[in-house]
């Protein structure tokens, strides 16, 4: 089947940890994003990428980090600098053809809680 | 810039009626519109798109939206709820003005539906 996958589905950290949230797709989609969801709001941009080896800081980047090493990944670090990480976060691609980006698709999310 | 208002936090009806989930829009380009839905602790799934052709636009589940430029709204309908509607819906306007497909999302809309 094609699509985006996230894991771990749960995760739980420490303060002052890093942890890693993954995500892969196999829809061959160019660009993929990272978003913040809080409980009662939208989804909040975080890092975006349009190409491999490539990627801008989103609305709410201060925090995390990203990678995008294959055209099929784009992990996510959320650092010990982020203030407050418990949420929920959820990737998506989509693909650009010339000008036009087509609609975003999205993984399963991860929820990740500070303890 | 380009911004989006859904109108109503919760909406509640009983099964087999008809649903109305409001959304009104601001948009300095001839905007891109979507309709997403996400079931508790899920992704988001693409319930329909407008993207300049047809006002009224078709999408899965039964359910429709009509693009009304007049009164900048994209009110997402369906004539029957069913008990498996319940879920958070998102309103959603695309802003191509930084170079790439970033999506502003409405707060959400969570939709109960009673037998």
Known sequence: DGGITQSPKYLFRKEGQNVTLSCEQNLNHDAMYWYRQDPGQGLRLIYYSQIVNDFQKGDIAEGYSVSREKKESFPLTVTSAQKNPTAFYLCASSSIAGNHYNEQFFGPGTRLTVL | ?115
């Open chain 2, 1 to 115: 810039a380009q911004s989006v208002t859904q109108l109503d936090s919760h909406v509640s009806v009983s099964e087999g009626t008809p649903v109305l989930l409001r959304c009104n829009y601001s948009s300095s380009y001839s905007p891109s519109l979507f309709w997403y839905v996400q079931h508790p602790n899920k992704g988001l799934q693409l319930l329909l798109k407008y993207t300049s052709a047809a006002t009224l636009v078709k999408g899965i589940n039964g359910f429709e939206a009509e693009f009304k430029k007049s009164e900048t709204s994209f009110h997402l309908t369906k004539p029957s709820a069913h008990m498996s509607d319940a879920a958070e819906y998102f309103c959603v306007v695309s802003d191509p003005s930084g170079g790439y497909n970033k999506l502003i999302f409405g707060a959400g809309t969570r939709l109960a539906v009673h037998p």
